[in-house]
């Protein structure tokens, strides 16, 4: 059975930073992609970052040159600091995990895993940004 268990929601202020871990179990093989996605009420589910067993690493624009997204294989978790935060960035913040790569093959083209190509996912936690 695979488990992801996130950490480290809470309050801040903008500006500030908070940096958010997600421990994995259960997973046994060495090809995954884990990805972080947040969910403001009322919005889609948002793509923030990715990271595929091949180190290889993607940050939404969003968030770009203010969040960065770990992993440390040793303790089997899975980090994003989020630093300069934003009132906009307030959301639900939820770790996922599949066992294919990041990358997905349409056509010609390719692009970033979606959150509906996930097949296991954490229970959230939530980040509130303030003024």
């Known amino acids: 059975q695979v488990h992801l268990v996130e950490a480290g929601g809470g309050s801040e202020q903008a500006a500030g930073s908070l940096r958010l871990s997600c421990g994995v179990s259960?997973?046994?093989?060495?090809?995954?992609?884990l990805g972080w996605f947040r969910q403001a009420p009322g919005q889609p589910r948002e793509r923030v970052a990715d990271?595929?067993?091949?180190?290889?690493?993607s940050v939404a624009d969003s968030v770009k040159g203010r969040f960065t997204i770990s992993q440390d294989n040793t303790k089997n978790t899975l980090y994003l600091q989020m630093n300069s935060l934003k009132p906009e960035d307030t959301a639900m913040y939820f770790c996922?995990?599949?066992?294919?790569?990041?990358?997905?093959?349409?056509?010609?083209?390719?692009?970033?895993?979606?959150?509906?190509?996930?097949?296991?996912w954490g229970q959230g936690t939530q980040v509130t940004v303030s003024n």
């Open positions: 990271i595929g067993s091949d180190g290889e690493t």
């Open positions: 259960g997973y046994m093989y060495s090809g995954y992609c």
């Open positions: 996922a995990l599949d066992g294919g790569g990041c990358w997905i093959q349409v056509g010609r083209d390719r692009r970033r895993r979606g959150s509906h190509e996930y097949n296991y």
